[in-house]
């Protein structure tokens, strides 16, 4: 009887252990939890229409290396932790394809859209989708990551700067005009004026306008990375404070920009007083997001004597040949020569060049002597350089001369000095035969200049 009940105890067991094989796994568990991870392949062409996945993104940047790439590229990715927005007020995280994915690339130090910066606190959630575009670069070698220039286009599929959400303070009105509809140098100078004594702007602008003095020498550009100049749109001028250049990256040396440039420039306005005097002011922390380059007339940037054919009007450009301690062929009959000058063995080309002294309380002026010119349009150009470290600066021009008095002065724009040598140019129409003098002016002591003396020398008038 014992066999009998053992035996059906050993039945009921088997059936027992048999039906649990047919039980599921709970919770969906992978049958093979220890597996390889799923291998993700790189998609995408990096458009805004169809970004870059992660690892597209990471395959790009080893193959532009340690050296950022030339191109901008859209690069789409996922969160992997929840992410707050600290007081730098910029966007550090890593951004992967899938919640399971392990390759990462980071997004680093990235702001939205013309800099705009992210409320400090705010919360981005773990497996949201980000948007950015801009260069990439594989940071020494082992960190896919984006590069200088680059932002944030969107977060959870909400456009930075393009509506409720996104964190941003990008909703319109933040911003005193935008990109493509910058504010004028006039409407910047009423926000300026209402502006308490050292007062800045709460909000950001965009102002158009075109350069008309570069303030910063080469030697500084190159030392500080930044610029100051002067913006003007014919009529009133604004000064631009330590700004950077296109996509806030750094300025490298000079010639970057030029007076004749059209630029759009992106920051807060400021009404900067010192010792009674106002300056209004684009704040530091600008920088251009938009320029066109100008003709370079009057720059003192340019890299040639001008096209066309060359006067022969002008005597002793080079400055070789002096007499009675004057370089012949530069003493006006008239009063428009006017500075002190001086024999320099300091040349740009072949052996002597002219110093023009400068006078602190007024401006004065290297003429050449008269030259009657046909009807047409002519490029005035010569080499210049400072002789000190001093705010310096130039300002090329001509005078029309009627029986030995001379007429209305005509000038093109100031030109910043530096202490090693430049050309500047400056194109000029006349409508009919006229009796000129070619002026070089050496401007007093201002905000802008010392007043100090310069150097000419290699000068040349061409005519189209």
């Given at each position: 009887?014992?066999k009998?009940y053992?035996l ?6 088997a ?5 649990c094989e ?6 969906g ?6 597996g390889?991870?799923?291998?993700i392949?790189?998609?995408g ?6 970004p870059?996945?992660i690892?597209?993104a ?5 193959e ?5 790439s ?7 990715g996922?969160?992997h932790e929840?992410?707050?927005?600290s ?5 550090e995280?890593?951004?992967f394809?899938t919640?399971d ?5 980071k997004?680093y130090?990235?702001y939205?859209?013309e800099?705009?910066?992210?409320d400090e606190g ?5 497996g949201?989708?980000?948007?950015i575009?801009g ?5 020494k070698g082992n960190?896919?990551?984006?590069s200088?220039?680059?932002y944030?286009v969107?977060?959870a599929g ?6 409720s959400?996104s ?5 319109t009105?933040?911003?005193l005009?935008t990109?493509?509809a910058?504010i004028t ?15 800045t702007t709460d909000?950001s602008?965009?102002?158009?306008g075109?350069?008309?003095k ?5 030697d500084?550009i190159a030392?500080?990375k930044?610029i100051d100049y ?16 296109l ?7 000079a010639?970057?920009?030029?007076e ?6 992106f920051?807060?306005?400021?009404k900067?007083?010192k ?7 684009v704040?530091q922390?600008n920088?251009?997001v938009?320029l066109?380059?100008?003709?370079g ?9 001008g ?17 009675n301690?004057?370089?012949t062929?530069?003493?006006s ?5 006017s500075?002190t000058?001086?024999k ?9 060049s ?6 602190e309380?007024?401006n004065?002026?290297?003429a050449s002597q ?11 150009s010569?080499w210049?350089?400072?002789t000190?470290t001093d705010?310096s600066q ?5 005078v ?6 001379a007429g209305?002065y005509?000038y ?15 194109e000029?129409?006349l409508?009919a035969?006229t ?9 007093k002591?201002s905000?802008y ?16």
């Amino acid at each position: 009887m014992k066999k009998i009940y053992y035996l059906m105890a050993m039945a009921m067991m088997a059936f027992t252990f048999t039906s649990c094989e047919d039980v599921p796994e709970p919770f969906g568990q992978p049958i093979n939890p220890n597996g390889p991870a799923e291998t993700i392949e790189p998609a995408g062409t990096g458009t805004e229409a169809d970004p870059f996945n992660i690892a597209a993104a990471i395959a790009k940047c080893q193959e532009v290396g340690e050296t950022a790439s030339s191109e901008k590229y859209y690069i789409k990715g996922i969160t992997h932790e929840e992410y707050t927005v600290s007081n730098y007020q910029n966007i550090e995280l890593d951004l992967f394809d899938t919640e399971d994915s392990k390759a990462a690339f980071k997004v680093y130090r990235c702001y939205g859209p013309e800099g705009k910066k992210f409320d400090e606190g705010l919360v981005i959630k773990k497996g949201s989708e980000i948007v950015i575009y801009g260069p990439v670069v594989n940071y020494k070698g082992n960190t896919p990551e984006t590069s200088s220039g680059s932002y944030v286009v969107s977060i959870a599929g909400v456009a930075v700067g393009g509506g409720s959400g996104s964190g941003t303070g990008g909703d319109t009105g933040e911003t005193l005009g935008t990109k493509d509809a910058p504010i004028t140098i006039a409407k910047a100078l009423e926000y300026i004026n209402a502006l308490a004594d050292n007062g800045t702007t709460d909000k950001s602008a965009y102002v158009a306008g075109k350069i008309t003095k570069i303030k910063t020498t080469a030697d500084n550009i190159a030392k500080f990375k930044n610029i100051d100049y002067v913006i003007s749109d014919g009529t009133n001028e604004l000064t631009v404070f330590r700004g950077k250049n296109l996509d806030n990256t750094d300025f490298t040396e000079a010639g970057q920009i030029a007076e004749g440039d059209e630029v759009v420039v992106f920051g807060k306005l400021t009404k900067y007083v010192k010792d009674g005097n106002t300056t209004p002011e684009v704040a530091q922390g600008n920088y251009i997001v938009k320029l066109t380059k100008g003709s370079g007339s009057g720059s003192g940037s340019g890299s040639g004597s001008g096209s066309g054919t060359t006067v022969t009007a002008l005597t002793n450009g080079d400055f070789e040949t002096w007499a009675n301690d004057l370089p012949t062929g530069w003493k006006s009959a008239c009063t428009a020569s006017s500075a002190t000058l001086e024999k320099s063995t300091d040349a740009h080309g072949g052996s002597f060049s002219v110093i023009v002294k400068g006078v602190e309380s007024k401006n004065v002026r290297l003429a050449s002597q008269e030259i009657t010119l046909e009807a047409g349009t002519y490029t005035f150009s010569f080499w210049i350089k400072a002789t000190t470290t001093d705010a310096s600066q130039a300002r090329p021009g001509y005078v029309p001369v009627a029986d030995g008095t001379a007429g209305s002065y005509a000038y093109g724009d100031y030109t910043t000095l530096s202490t090693s040598w430049q050309q500047v140019s400056y194109e000029f129409t006349l409508s009919a035969s006229t009796t000129v003098c070619l002026v070089v002016m050496n401007p007093k002591k201002s905000n802008y200049s010392s007043g100090k003396d310069f150097i000419i020398d290699d000068a040349t008038l061409t005519k189209k």
